[in-house]
């Protein structure tokens, strides 16, 4: 049998493969790059978690509390849901760098669902980041204080934190409701983010009438409600609040996800949704008697 002559690669040919593998190679680093690093910073240019560049204040030997829901799912059975991330570690951080002494309490205490995607490198903010480095107030928040616990006159400040789970049960917690009457009719600085403010509804103020009745302030829209395409939850807040008698406000963007507003009316501070977490967290510290840091 005549066996076949091998005709080894001309040394340009193997120089052309490997020029074009290292091409490809490069290629694909960069657009692993440019997902890894462009996309989060896209999403900030596009105005999510804005970069929070105002004053910021000092309140040492004070109190903080932030409240956040107890669902878990959307609903029985559904995907998993909760807290926001950044609409709890964006306020405790806040907090926790005024001088502040922070707790974290839930409506039936325990762990502390979190929303799955809320701390995706996309998505994720930097107090998120922060967070997940942070032992002590990742032991909190599996062990929060159930509201029924608590005496919300002893708080300065009390901050309601949203997400999707807050839908399900800060609007009908008649505890909470109590508990943030007696603290506001106490004198305290009360407020939230997003979905956090349904904490109000049962709330009253000193006269009896709702909390928010003829109160400026803002939360998550029902344009974003339906842009996010979550629309089964039993409470929507711009629906609800409106109900009740507030004066909602907010600021539109192409995509609400993305817009960005906080409300002040005396004492009661209200962000429109993730991004206010920083601004509102700040207002409610000044509010509250704190004074400017250097």
Known sequence: MTERAVIPDHPESATLKFKTMSTLLITLLLCGLFTWLGLPAMLRALGLHPHYSGPVYALPGKRALIITTSQATLGPGGKAT????????????????????????????????????????????????????????????????????????????????????????????????????????????????????????????????????GKRLTAVTDKQVKELGITQTPQHPERELRAAGALFESRQALLDPFANLAVTDGRLVTGQNQNAGVETAQTMLRVAGGLPRP
């Open 82 to 213: 909760g807290v926001f991330g950044s609409e709890l570690t964006a306020p405790y951080y806040a907090f926790l760098d005024a001088g502040m002494q922070v707790d974290i309490a839930s409506i039936q205490g325990g762990p502390i669902p979190i929303e799955p995607g809320s701390f995706l490198w996309l998505l994720a903010a930097p107090s998120d980041k922060r967070y997940l480095k942070d032992a002590t107030a990742q032991a909190k928040v599996q062990a929060s204080a159930a509201i029924t616990t608590l005496n919300l006159r002893q708080y300065d400040i009390i901050f309601l934190a949203g997400g999707w789970g807050a839908a399900y049960d800060l609007g009908t917690s008649a505890a909470l409701g109590e508990q943030i009457t007696q603290a506001w009719a106490a004198g305290r600085v009360i407020g939230g983010v997003c979905h956090g403010p349904l904490g109000l509804l049962l709330a009253k103020d000193t006269d009896g009438r709702p909390l928010v009745q």
